[in-house]
């Protein structure tokens, strides 16, 4: 099972699945998943229309699953600081009855869809997992949460978990219209309509980009790979941008020079993130098979090919 499988990264994982042969069966109340993500699979999937934090929902969603892929949430930091109890009832809440009731149904494993948030401004790069956490938004503290679930639950319940803390997730069908939309999409929308992309702040800030194919790759690995269960792994490419960079490389892929539109910088945002991905590496084989210039380049040419988005 995928919740938030309508999701942008939930419906590439589920999409992976499919392709793979498995049967999949997604839950998801679609208050941010897209019916459209679901093109190509519609037919190939189990959708159950629901929310996690509904307990008969959750319950018949989870019958007969053996391995589940959590990706429902609030993903947003604006957001969160905006309306902390939603952020918080939907990320900690929300992943605490998914592992209840995946322990409940008798699963094997959760893969858990972790953030980068929760290391917060710390000025050690990269980020190691054995860090202490200090996050700055309300989101990060739900997704923080999360985790700290997944491992009680592995070390009391003997339910396999594996956390998968995201780095800046991006790629095709990656929602741009949202006020809380991901900075990539923002961007390549912006270029493409000939208006200055907003960056909040100065866009000296840096992130570990990575492409959404890497971070399917990571949890069909997480799946399955033995001494996972229990741990936490960075997933990212191990390398930083700033986002003036990404503007430069955007402004190449257009063939003009963008300039940008500042903003003052968000409450909660976290000035630099680079991810140390040597654990991932080790336990489930991970690899980023496709590093940020390309994944951009991909990007913009599917969104070049769909106006509308």
């Not at 402004?251 to 910088?265: D, F, I, K, M, V």
């Amino acid at each position: 099972m995928v919740t938030g499988g309508a999701g942008f990264i939930g419906s590439s994982i589920a999409r992976a699945l499919v392709e793979r042969g498995e049967s999949v069966r997604i839950l998801d109340n679609f208050s941010s998943g897209r019916r459209e993500n679901l093109e190509g699979i519609a037919d190939r999937v189990e959708v159950i229309e629901g929310d996690i934090l509904d307990p008969p929902a959750l319950s018949r969603a989870m019958e007969g699953i053996e391995l589940v892929f959590h990706q429902a949430a609030i993903p947003s930091v604006p957001r969160s600081v905006r309306a902390p109890l939603a952020s918080h009832d939907a990320n900690a809440t929300g992943t605490l009855r998914v592992l209840e009731q995946a322990r409940a149904a008798g699963a094997r494993r959760v893969v858990y869809a972790g953030s980068s948030s929760a290391y917060g401004d710390t000025a050690v790069l990269p980020k190691v997992e054995s860090m202490t956490p200090t996050p700055l938004s309300p989101y990060a503290v739900g997704k923080l949460t999360g985790e700290y679930y997944c491992g009680v639950y592995a070390r009391v319940f003997g339910l396999e978990t594996v956390v998968l803390r995201y780095f800046n997730v991006f790629g095709p069908r990656q929602d741009p219209a949202s006020q809380y939309a991901a900075v990539i999409p923002r961007f390549i929308t912006a270029a493409l309509a000939n208006l200055p992309p907003v960056i909040f702040g100065d866009g000296t800030q840096s992130r570990d980009f990575c492409f959404i194919d890497n971070v399917v790759q990571a949890n069909l690995l997480a799946g399955t790979a033995p001494g996972a269960s229990g741990h936490v792994f960075n997933i990212a490419c191990g390398s930083a941008i700033d986002l003036n960079g990404v503007l430069g490389l955007l402004g190449a892929l257009t063939g003009r020079t963008l300039t940008a539109q500042h903003e003052p910088a968000r409450a909660g945002d976290v000035k630099h993130s680079l991810a140390d991905i040597s654990q991932a590496r080790a336990v489930i084989g991970y690899e980023p098979l496709v590093l940020f210039p390309e994944g951009l380049r991909r990007t913009f040419e599917w969104f070049k090919e769909r106006p509308a988005c």
